[in-house]
């Protein structure tokens, strides 16, 4: 997913982040505090989601998810709830953290960004709701 969070000076600031989701309404990935997104989001919690398959042709099947969003680096408090969540299932390539690994001394720590407003990607040529140009449509959900 690309991350889009606010920088000091008020630019944009956008991050590709690997991301695991707990039923599309949370979503997670690890970062470190030292980050410049992470002390964006810490600083400014508001952030912008996309999300799409950058490995497909351009075509009909293309599509894109906007999402809205508070984000914050989880609480120690909730840290074993949130990594059961985050991990409760592993995508090819990746592997779960533990509550170790994401707090103490450790490095890194696990955000989370709870969905606040979502935006479907429509083609213009859409042939239900297509407008001639490409737009986002709000949904419920």
Known sequence: MVLGT??????PRVSPVYYSHAGYRDFYWISSPRAQHSRNVAARPRVEIVIFNSRVDPGPEVAAVY???TAAQV???????????AFSS?????RAYGVDELSGAA???LYRASVTSTEIHVRGSDPERGTGVDRRLAVDG
């Open 90 to 94: 592993v995508r090819p390539g990746a």
């Open 6 to 11: 606010v920088q000091p000076d008020g630019a």
């Open 75 to 85: 609480p120690d408090t909730e840290l074993v709830p949130a990594v059961d969540a």
């Open 67 to 69: 999402l809205g969003a």
């Open 107 to 109: 490095e890194l720590r």
